[in-house]
């Protein structure tokens, strides 16, 4: 009976792990060499190629990550995101991402050692205009020439929860 139990549970965790990311279309990170992000020439531009949405009829929630040391040096990132359509349409927004809290005391995100993460909501139930390869490209706006701290940053796509 134990064992039998036993291969129940195990089969409800393989089951529950393998339907936790149906949802999930596209996660990648990109890392900043020198833990440097320029805002001039080379390197102002963090691109996220062959991002493959096979549905234009779902909605979905795209999020930014990043990574950074605690001895970031600014308290915010500023920068425009740019998604660019299979047909070369391009739809460009900005965003500026609060990296601590109001006070401007605490770090926001999850702290491991010299390290934080934080994910922030860009865009929800967001409508691709067509299927096909898209690419995604994050433009640096800050007010000095280079943002140094920054380990990572990443873009994760996911169907929303709600459908049209």
């Given at each position: 009976?134990?064992?039998?139990?036993?291969?129940?549970?195990?089969?409800l965790l393989v089951?529950?792990?393998?339907?936790?990311?149906?949802?999930?279309v596209?996660?990648?990170?990109?890392?900043?060499?020198?833990?440097t992000?320029?805002?001039?020439?080379?390197?102002k531009?963090?691109?996220?190629?062959?991002?493959?949405?096979?549905?234009?009829e779902?909605?979905?929630?795209?999020?930014?990550?990043i990574?950074?040391?605690p001895?970031i040096?600014?308290d915010e990132?500023?920068?425009?995101l740019?998604?660019?359509s299979?047909?070369?349409?391009v739809?460009?927004?900005?965003?500026?991402?609060?990296?601590?809290?109001k006070?401007g005391?605490?770090w926001l995100?999850?702290a491991?050692?010299?390290?934080?993460d934080l994910?922030?909501?860009?865009?929800?139930?967001?409508?691709?205009?067509e299927?096909?390869?898209?690419?995604?490209?994050?433009?640096?706006m800050?007010?000095?020439?280079?943002?140094?701290?920054?380990?990572e940053?990443?873009?994760e796509?996911?169907?929303?929860?709600l459908?049209?």
């Amino acid at each position: 009976m134990k064992k039998i139990l036993k291969i129940v549970f195990v089969l409800l965790l393989v089951v529950g792990f393998s339907s936790c990311n149906k949802s999930q279309v596209y996660k990648e990170f990109k890392t900043l060499p020198n833990y440097t992000w320029e805002r001039i020439e080379k390197g102002k531009s963090i691109e996220f190629d062959n991002i493959n949405i096979e549905n234009d009829e779902d909605v979905y929630d795209i999020s930014f990550h990043i990574r950074h040391t605690p001895y970031i040096t600014e308290d915010e990132v500023k920068f425009k995101l740019k998604i660019t359509s299979p047909s070369s349409i391009v739809r460009e927004s900005v965003h500026t991402i609060k990296l601590k809290d109001k006070e401007g005391k605490e770090w926001l995100g999850e702290a491991m050692g010299d390290m934080i993460d934080l994910e922030v909501d860009l865009k929800t139930f967001y409508s691709f205009i067509e299927r096909g390869l898209y690419k995604i490209e994050l433009v640096n706006m800050g007010q000095k020439y280079q943002l140094q701290g920054i380990m990572e940053v990443g873009i994760e796509i996911n169907k929303s929860d709600l459908e049209r």
